[in-house]
């Protein structure tokens, strides 16, 4: 051992790990977006990612049905039943339909987003290996437009936002991180605001929390929660998701409650990056 | 290792190369299975790496340890150069070990490995959600890394049959001559 010590060999295999370590610090001062050399690997192995991605998804919705019978037919009761209450609601619809496309007129859905610039839509190539917050990496990157920070949607509702962008590949973070805070609002109520911050527990079932909401607030289980959008990360009033419970948070002095969000991030397909809106916080080189 | 004759040459230099092209394609295929579905999955490429070093140089074996941890870096979303340092690390410890103290026998690459992974695992849980003060972060720890520790065991056993299935069959033999022998046993 004293003689390998001594040797050029473990002077050489020193030098390596320093190198190695000097590209790790190096990456830390990157800010935002991949190494030349992170970038080129993502490009090269994106086609052979997608392709036993997709075939890996269908493996594990095949065994999905099989383990989750059980659970799956009694979904499927509940959902019978909601469906009954749902129908009777539709025929309450039908009667407001016609109101508001009288509204529509005046506020089409174009017209209330046309502050947004969107990306393409994006595929989701993978979910993150072993991650409890379902990060995961979409197909589009610099090329696109696409910048770190920028907020990721789907039609339904909020799913996160750009944290690694490399020139073809994208990194996103999911609203189930406790990494990434949403200032909300619930859509019945203006007044009632909390934060939306990941929660492991919550993660566990696909659900984020919101916290930091007064004991004086008026929000009911399956309100709506939406973007407060006075942070300049996320635009004003898109869909989160739906407050199951509100109780009190450990100290006692504010609410918290499990958010199911209105997409479905633990299986997503394809997002939309929104690169631009209104009021939008400049980034600071 | 003597080489007497160019055909001896050629063998060893067509099995030398057919022998680093396997390995980096289990690798290839290790960070495929690694970035698909989202189920949890071993760190297959920590048991790749080491059952390379087990049986190959230090240079071969830092390097190949170097590209499965950038792999891993990339795979996971940690940070670039955070697991190359560590599997690299790793595979000159093993080498080394191999070379100097241990015999390459399963049981010891199997105790090996599954210290490595679990410094791996617990170094993960440490720096990137412990070290945040989570609410309720032991979660991540039961329910996470002992599981991707124990997954990581379990498939370094077929790593390690494979990567030995490999050796069998591409890893030069030392040739002696019959003097040799003679000499060597007389010593």
């Known amino acids: 051992m004293r003689d390998f010590i001594k040797s050029t060999r473990f002077k050489v295999l020193l030098a390596f790990l320093a190198f190695l370590i000097g590209i790790m610090i190096y990456a830390v001062t990157k800010g935002g977006y991949s190494l030349s050399g992170a970038s080129f690997i993502q490009t090269i192995t994106k086609p052979f990612r997608s392709a036993s991605n997709s075939i890996g998804m269908k493996i594990e919705g095949n065994l999905d049905k099989v383990t989750k019978a059980d659970e799956y037919y009694e979904e499927n009761k509940r959902l019978k039943v909601q469906i009954g209450e749902l129908n009777k609601q539709l025929t309450e619809y039908d009667a407001l339909k016609a109101e508001v496309e009288e509204l529509r007129k005046f506020v089409s859905i174009k017209e209330e987003h046309e502050d947004y610039v969107l990306s393409v839509p994006c595929s989701v190539i993978g979910y993150t290996t072993n991650d409890p917050f379902r990060s995961f990496t979409i197909d589009k990157g610099k090329a696109d437009g696409i910048k770190p920070n920028c907020p990721v949607a789907t039609a339904e509702g909020l799913v996160g936002i750009t944290v690694e962008v490399s020139e073809n590949v994208t990194t996103v973070r999911t609203i189930l991180s406790p990494d990434l805070s949403v200032a909300a609002v619930c859509s019945a109520s203006l007044a009632d605001s909390g934060i939306i911050e990941g929660d492991i527990i919550a993660a566990e079932e696909g659900c984020t929390k919101i916290s930091h909401v007064t004991t004086e607030n008026k929000i009911k289980p399956g309100s709506m929660m939406i973007t407060a959008g006075n942070s300049g990360l996320f635009p004003k009033d898109y869909p989160i998701g739906i407050v199951r419970e509100m109780e009190y948070d450990v100290s006692g002095l504010s609410m918290c409650s499990v958010i199911e969000p209105c997409a479905d991030i633990t299986r997503l397909t394809s997002v939309i990056v929104i690169t631009d809106f209104t009021g939008k916080k400049e980034e600071s080189e | ?187």
């Open chain 2, 1 to 187: 290792m003597r080489l007497r004759t160019t055909r001896e040459q050629r063998i060893l230099y067509i099995k030398t190369v057919l022998r680093w092209f396997i390995y980096y394609l289990l690798i290839f295929i290790g960070y495929i299975y690694m970035t698909t579905g989202t189920w949890l999955k071993p760190v297959i490429l920590l048991p790749i790496a080491l059952a390379i070093a087990v049986d190959n140089n230090q240079y071969g074996s830092v390097f190949t340890g170097a590209i499965c941890g950038f792999l891993v870096d990339i795979a996971c979303e940690k940070l670039f150069g955070y697991n190359a340092v560590i599997i690299a690390f790793f595979c000159i410890v093993i080498s080394l070990l191999h070379e100097l103290y241990l015999r390459n026998k399963f049981a010891n690459y199997i105790l090996i490995t599954a210290a490595s992974s679990f410094l791996q695992c617990w170094l993960d849980y440490k720096f990137y959600y412990q070290m945040w003060n989570y609410d309720n972060v032991q979660r991540i720890f039961t329910r996470y890394t002992l599981k991707i520790w124990l997954y990581t065991v379990i498939s370094s056993v077929i790593v390690y049959l494979l990567i030995r299935l490999v050796n069998r069959f591409f890893m030069p033999k030392n040739h002696l001559s019959i003097e040799e022998v003679i000499t060597t046993k007389s010593q």
